[in-house]
């Protein structure tokens, strides 16, 4: 899976973004429902990434830069964007299958403190889950 994030420094703070477009929702939605997935995660670990996976099935999504199979970097980039520690947090799918439905995108938003989910609905003007 290709990826589309973007690092931002907010004071001392870091930011980082993941749009995971139209296709994706739906293709990531799909997944969840096909496996009776009720969650998908947040993982940084050997790379940083969100997914889902069960019995050797998986869908991933890197942050830019931190797929291993991509980037010889992937370990310090990941390392400079969520710090040295690995983690792995677990979410409800509920917001990826509405969003799926309505046809819509996700931008997911993470910083030390906070990490955010947000819908958008495509408008004529963002017909192709881009902003």
């Known amino acids: 899976m290709c990826s589309d994030s973007r690092t931002q420094k907010q004071g001392q703070k870091m930011m980082v973004t993941m749009t995971i477009n139209q296709q994706e929702t739906a ?4 997944f969840l429902t096909a496996h009776n997935l009720t969650e998908w995660f947040l993982a940084k670990d050997h790379g940083a990434y969100i997914g889902a996976t069960i019995d050797g099935a998986k869908w991933l999504k890197y942050f830019q830069g931190c797929n291993p199979d991509k980037s010889a970097d992937f370990y310090d980039n990941a390392r400079f964007k969520f710090g040295g520690d690995d983690f792995g947090e677990f979410f409800p799918s509920a917001a990826i299958h509405k969003t799926a439905s309505a046809g819509g995108y996700l931008k997911l938003k993470v910083s ?4 955010s989910l947000v819908s958008y609905k495509p408008t004529k003007f963002n017909a192709e889950g881009v902003s």
Request: charged letters at 25%; zero cysteines; aromatic letters at 12%.
């Open 27 to 30: 293709d990531f939605s799909a």
């Open 112 to 115: 030390p403190t906070k990490i």
